[in-house]
């Protein structure tokens, strides 16, 4: 089922009604200002299962998390040196995704280890009303991993989305076209922070 949401003022009937859908352990496409994600609750281990085997992926393989604001990001990862957090105030909100030190409120099925000796996580905030709207309604994260199944190009509209995994998710939100192109990531782990992979924001800034 499709549900139409202004992409500049979302309604907050339909707000709402993802929310509501969301706490009940719900699966939503939804779009971001760079591709469509596939969501739920982050701390919903049950609905985050339920995307890896939607997406045919290893359930192993973290998912990023979205956050609605800077004060909810700051809860997911420890304590940001003054250099990092004015890079990530440039950042974000924006089409990236900062690699950073989880924090305690991580679930550990959110964590990757990666170069780091201490747990990291996938943390973004997209420029886009739906989602940071949507999170703060919530009062906490969502997951964001692209939609498409394993292998596979992203899937790039809510009709091409009802068509092809409709039939295993609760709902897809079309509230605007993404930009089509994936987020830049960035890691911060390191002594500097480091380009992980090339995408729609630009780097270095």
């Known amino acids: 089922m499709i549900l139409s949401i202004h992409p500049e003022t979302p309604q907050r009937r339909h707000l709402e009604r993802v929310a509501e859908l969301l706490r009940k352990d719900g699966v939503i496409a939804y779009p971001t200002d760079t591709l469509f994600g ?41 304590h940001l040196d003054t250099p990092t957090f004015r890079v990530l105030k440039q950042m974000l909100p924006g ?55 394993a292998g596979e190009p992203p899937l790039e509209s809510a009709w091409e989305i009802e068509e092809v995994l409709g039939h295993a998710l609760d709902l897809v939100v079309d509230s605007g076209v993404p930009l089509g192109v994936g987020s830049t990531i960035v890691d911060f782990t390191g002594e500097e922070p480091a380009l992980v992979r090339e995408g729609a924001g630009p780097w270095p800034l």
């Open 95 to 149: 089409p990236y995704t900062a690699l950073l030190p989880a924090s305690r409120e991580v679930p550990r099925y959110l964590e990757s280890k990666g170069k780091a000796a201490h747990p990291v996580v996938g943390l973004r905030i997209p420029d886009h009303p739906f989602c940071i709207e949507l999170v703060k309604l919530l009062g906490e994260p969502i997951i964001t991993t692209s939609c498409n199944l």
């Open 38 to 78: 596939l969501g739920c609750l982050a701390h919903r281990k049950k609905a985050v299962d339920r995307i890896a085997t939607i997406k045919g992926r290893d359930a192993k393989k973290p998912m990023s998390v979205l956050c609605g604001d800077f004060e909810m990001l700051c809860r997911y990862t420890r």
